[in-house]
């Protein structure tokens, strides 16, 4: 209720009976949370309706790279709602919808930028310099997203860091590029 624990419900074992659209709970535990005291019920079975849908017990591997935008922003809402531990993993998803083109924004411009500069040794050179730039970018971006995704590190962090700091990169080489 809220953010406020009332009843809590665990067993061993669920099955779902599909004839009858029940649940048998085994080696059931209720616990209710009162003022005072905590009321437990211990049965070895329970049969009972639960107010949610069998599906939502499957979990669902990489559901938020199938949903469009406003769908994924409905499934972290419900999912936050749920207390779902992969709630860093779909805001990094949602995220990357909008720092993803940018991304291709601003390593176009660093690539402009290298490629425009007059070094000794040929092209090779700038070549290396930028295929170098675009790895750093791709290692910050997998590193900060599994950070993100496997602790508490702040997904909009993890997702945009690499852009802004390349992004400064980008505008650095841009103005300090042969004309």
């Known amino acids: 209720d809220g953010n406020k624990l009332k009843t809590k419900i665990s067993a061993r074992k669920i099955t779902y009976n599909v004839t009858d659209s029940i649940y048998e709970l085994r080696d059931y535990v209720k616990?209710?949370?009162k003022e005072n005291q905590d009321i437990i019920e211990k049965l070895p079975?329970?049969?009972t309706i639960l107010p949610f849908n069998i599906d939502e017990f499957t979990p669902v591997t990489y559901v938020a790279e199938t949903l469009d935008y406003l769908e994924l922003r409905k499934f972290i809402e419900k999912e936050s709602k749920r207390g779902s531990s992969?709630?860093?993993r779909y805001k990094v998803v949602a995220y990357k919808r909008w720092s993803i083109p940018i991304s291709a924004f601003i390593l176009t411009?660093?690539?402009?930028?290298v490629s425009s500069m007059k070094r000794r040794g040929g092209m090779g050179v700038n070549l290396a310099v930028g295929i170098s730039l675009a790895f750093l970018?791709?290692?910050i971006d997998k590193v900060l997203g599994t950070m993100a995704n496997q602790s508490d590190f702040p997904p909009l962090v993890a997702v945009w860091f690499p852009n802004?700091?390349?992004?400064?990169l980008a505008i650095y080489l841009l103005y300090n590029a042969k004309r």
């Open 137 to 139: 970018f791709i290692f």
């Open 45 to 47: 079975v329970k049969d």
């Open 109 to 113: 411009i660093i690539g402009v930028a």
């Open 31 to 33: 616990r209710e949370v």
């Open 164 to 168: 802004v700091s390349f992004g400064l």
């Open 86 to 88: 992969d709630i860093n």
